[in-house]
Structure formats: C-alpha cells, structure tokens
C-alpha cells in the first residue's frame, strides 16, 4: 500500500462549488504539504503544516484552506473553485526527525474547474 | 530569497546518449540540495541528495556534485536510457530551516529509443 495517499485521483468541478482534497499518510511523519503544480511553473507551495496545530500558508495560499485534522491527516479545500484552480494537486510529508528535507509524495490529484 | 533555476526544457536524447541538465541556486548559507523526478502519472520521488559543499549525490546512474563556487547542482547521466523519461526537479533545502524545499520549475526529458 502507498504510503501517502490522495484522494480523489481526479475531479472535475464546476465554478463556484466548494470542493475538499484529502492526503492521508502512515509514515508517521509530522510535517504535511500541499503544493500545486502547473505546466512550466514547477510546483509552489500553498500551505505546510509542522504538526497538528502549526499550520502555515505557503506562496499561493489564495483562494485555499486547509485542515490538519489529525497527525496523519491533511485536507485541502477550494471554497469556491475558479477556473484557473485547475492544475494537479500533490501532498508530501517529511519528518522532522530526519531532517526534515526529504519530502515524500503522494501520486497527485488532477482537478479540473469548469 | 532562496531559488533555484534550472535550464528549460523539454531535452530530447537518443538512448545511450550523455544527459547534462543544469541547475543553478541562490541561497543564504549552506542549502541541501537535491534532485526529484516525476515519472508520467506520478508523484515526485527523490533521485539524488547533497548536503554540503564538494557532496556528490548519485543514484541509478544519475549523479550532482554540490559545487559551491559556481552554486551549481547539475545532474548528469553517462548513458540515458528510455525509462529515463520524465520530469526532472531541482529544489533546495535552505539552512535557515524555514522547513520548506524551494523547486525550480522542472525540465523535461523524453528519450528515442
């Protein structure tokens, strides 16, 4: 089984609607991330959390939300999507034990705003 | 800021061809440095890592030599192969532990058998 997992893989929306992006981890890692990322830009950074109660945004935190409900749980809302929102979406964790620079992903959500 | 520029793509290679992609950074202090790929359909995984200034990372062939002087990070491979296809980023780690992996925009590679 992966080890950080998203869900949904893919989404398709309509512009307006409140959509909810999930990431769940058993790395046991503390710190969680989202980032976005679109076609010759990279990927930016919306927000990052060191553990459950330290959540920070990111570049691009606009338009986002975010809920670290728990340790292995971080979900990513759009409160009203917009078209250019479409992009793929990744989750990645570190450990701060570690060092915390080595981040792992999870395979992407593709959303799409119609 | 902390950044990390990387050369543009897409690099289109035969097989067994030599890779150079380059990566530059500007950062305060000593940065890790590393390179990710993304292979079609997933999430980025790391390649190669360096922690500190003469570090050469390797892994599958592909190797990046931490190079303070000229803050480079250019990842090279002897003999691409097909399977060597995808996207490849460059990101560092910066040393004032803002806790965050700052990318560059990613260079793509495609390899004709």
């Known amino acids: 089984d992966a080890d950080v997992t998203q869900t949904p893989r893919n989404r398709i929306t309509k512009t307006g609607k409140r959509i909810m992006l999930e990431c769940s981890q058993t790395?046991?890692?503390?710190?969680m991330y989202w980032y976005r990322q679109d076609p010759g830009l990279g990927l930016q950074l919306i927000y990052y959390s060191f553990d459950v109660k330290d959540i920070n945004k990111g570049e691009i935190s606009d338009g986002y939300s975010v809920s670290r409900q728990a340790q292995a749980k971080f979900s990513l809302s759009l409160e009203s999507a917009i078209p250019n929102q479409t992009a793929l979406y990744f989750c990645?964790?570190?450990?701060?034990?570690?060092?915390?620079?080595?981040?792992?992903f999870g395979p992407g959500t593709r959303l799409t705003v119609t | 800021g902390d950044s990390v520029t990387q050369m543009e793509g897409p690099v289109t290679l035969s097989e067994e061809a030599f890779l150079t992609i380059n990566c530059t950074y500007t950062a305060t202090g000593y940065p890790s440095l590393f390179w990710y790929v993304q292979y079609p359909g997933e999430g980025l995984q790391l390649l190669l890592k360096?922690?500190?200034?003469?570090d050469k990372g390797s892994n599958k062939g592909f190797e990046a030599t931490y190079r303070k002087e000229t803050t480079s990070f250019h990842l090279e491979k002897g003999s691409v192969q097909v399977s060597d296809s995808a996207v490849y980023f460059c990101a560092l780690f910066g040393s004032g532990n803002t806790g965050k992996l700052i990318f560059g925009q990613g260079t793509t590679l495609q390899v004709k058998p």
């Open positions: 790395k046991g890692h503390d710190r």
């Open positions: 360096a922690t500190k200034a003469d």
């Open positions: 990645a964790t570190s450990d701060s034990r570690q060092g915390a620079y080595e981040q792992y």
